[in-house]
């Protein structure tokens, strides 16, 4: 079950980049209403489920709130890197997170073995090979993109070792905290105002509902019941999905050797 959630996961998670851009909202903007929407959401997922929610003890409560912080930081910093660098590249330097996921758990005593990374290193450098052609030509903006998705890497393998340290709650309670605390976060730093036309608000509802509702409950039911391995192998469905949409809306074309990269 778990592994299909986190594929599920992924799959929708490969869209974000484009809705965020389609939107042509401000990145903090964008990320406020996501959180806004998404609280909703998860709210009423949980007011009809048969796990309402319940007294929190503090120190759980906080934990939630601190992978909160972490998950609001990645997505700034990952929306931001989409100005700077395209879509596709910002998302495989993102996916460096499965290594910094795998290396942090490893800190925490869980065991990887040899095949393993064997096969995160085959799966990202069929990431490298999809991108080969930009990984050439920088621009001006490169370095700054590369660190805010690096960074953005970074603070979504703290999101989800949080994740896998809160057994104890379910998977929409724990989005719902995060949601909420990105709310908290953001609210003196947006634009309030509604985005102005019809379809930057199909945008931001989307990415709401379908890519924060939903999608963080798939992904932290996963992250609760798979292996630090897996997690990290099953993430790399996100970039294939990504690179296809960049292909598909934005004209961004692949090569022969980036299609091998998206085999590996």
């Known amino acids: 079950e778990g592994a299909w959630q986190m594929s599920l996961a992924m799959l929708i998670s ?3 980049g484009a809705f965020v851009l389609l939107s042509g909202m401000a990145v903090i903007d964008v990320v406020f209403w996501r959180c806004l929407i998404g609280a909703f959401t ?3 997922f949980i007011r009809f489920s048969k796990q309402p929610l319940r007294r929190i003890p503090r120190t759980i409560l906080l934990l939630a709130i601190a992978g909160g912080v972490a998950l609001v930081i990645n997505w700034l ?22 290594f910094m996921l795998v290396l942090m758990s490893m800190l925490l005593g869980e065991r990887v073995t040899l095949t393993k990374w064997g096969w995160l290193l085959l799966a990202f450098s069929g990431v490298v090979l999809l991108l080969l052609s930009e990984l050439r030509h920088p621009n001006a903006q490169w370095l700054s993109g590369m660190a805010m998705a690096l960074g953005a890497a970074f603070f979504y393998a703290l999101t989800a070792m949080v994740a896998r340290r809160l057994r104890q709650l379910p998977p929409q309670h724990i989005a719902l905290i995060q949601v909420l605390t990105g709310v908290v976060m953001l609210l003196p730093l947006a634009h309030i105002s509604a985005p102005a036309q019809p ?23 996963a992250i609760q019941k798979l292996p630090t391995p897996l997690i990290g192998s099953l993430s790399f469905i996100y970039p294939l999905v990504a690179i296809v949409i960049d292909n598909l809306l934005f004209g961004h074309s692949l090569s022969l050797v980036q299609m091998t990269g998206g085999v590996l």
Do not use: E, K
């Open 199 to 221: 379809f930057s608000w199909a945008m931001v509802l989307t990415l709401g509902i379908l890519h924060t509702g939903v999608m963080y409950q798939l992904l932290y039911s």
């Open 42 to 44: 998860l709210f009423l």
């Open 14 to 16: 490969g869209s974000i």
């Open 77 to 98: 910093l990952l929306f931001a890197a989409y100005s700077r660098i395209s879509m596709g590249l910002a998302t495989v330097v993102y996916n460096t997170q499965p």
